[in-house]
């Protein structure tokens, strides 16, 4: 059983650019959770895909945008990058959106300058 | 809305000696997880022990225990004969059991570390 897997490890972008982050969901797992993780912090509830619909979002600006495919990977796309964009990105998987078990990925360092 | 409090910053114990973490929640739901998560310097945030709210009895995973107090809204961690793998950021996380998105909530964390 593959665990869940993340895009690219680490990535560095400029103010103002557009990034896109992926996620791999754990075999048998149709939910996506996404978490921002600032530096000295625990991580922040960005939104939720369950079978390719949004299902649920945190207090986070429109320019935070997410898509879930037919397999169930998903993609976290960020545009108009602000300095405080810079955190770990981390994605969870769950069996479905009804389980209270969620398995995190190794996430992805974003740095913006 | 739910929030999670860690009031410990930073914790450290000798190997083989116990420690325990502290956390508090505020929610007005009475249907509820409570969970611990350690995440090493690897980043990948892996799930110590979970508690269901419902559950008078607290949960064990080995070498790792909580003490849950409902009424107070205390969540702690025990870590027994810690070792040097424990060495981690520990963070306590509630989730809701009611309605249709299940999102955990966090703490801001606790750094522990294992001395030899």
């Known amino acids: 059983e593959t665990g869940v897997t993340q895009s690219p490890t680490h990535l560095i972008k400029t103010r103002g650019q557009q990034v896109t982050l992926r996620c791999s969901s754990q075999?048998?797992?149709?939910?996506v959770s996404w978490y921002q993780q600032a530096l000295g912090q625990g991580p922040q509830f960005i939104f939720q895909y369950y079978r390719e619909e949004e299902n649920g979002r945190g207090n986070f600006p429109p320019r935070f945008s997410g898509l879930q495919f037919p397999n169930y990977s998903s993609e976290l796309n960020v545009n108009a990058l602000e300095l405080d964009d810079s955190a770990l990105y981390l994605c969870?998987?769950?069996?479905?959106?009804?389980?209270?078990?969620?398995?995190f990925g190794p996430g992805t360092r974003l740095t913006v300058t | 809305a739910q929030t999670v409090t860690q009031s410990q910053p930073e914790m450290s114990v000798q190997e083989a000696e116990t420690v325990t973490l502290s956390c508090t929640y505020d929610?007005?739901?009475?249907?509820?997880?409570l969970f611990w998560y350690k995440q090493p310097p690897s980043r990948q945030m892996i799930l110590v022990i979970r508690?269901?709210?419902?559950?008078?009895q607290n949960a064990t995973e080995n070498r790792f225990s909580v003490n849950f107090q409902k009424a107070a809204k205390s969540f702690s961690l025990k870590i027994s004969d810690s070792q040097l793998g424990d060495t981690a950021m520990y963070f306590c996380?509630?989730?809701?059991?009611?309605?249709?998105?299940?999102?955990?909530?966090f703490g801001k964390g606790t750094l522990l570390t294992v001395n030899p």
């Open positions: 996380a509630f989730m809701n059991g009611g309605g249709s998105n299940y999102k955990l909530t």
């Open positions: 969870a998987s769950s069996r479905d959106r009804a389980s209270n078990e969620q398995y």
């Open positions: 508690q269901e709210a419902y559950k008078q």
């Open positions: 929610t007005s739901e009475n249907n509820y997880y």
């Open positions: 075999s048998g797992h149709n939910t």
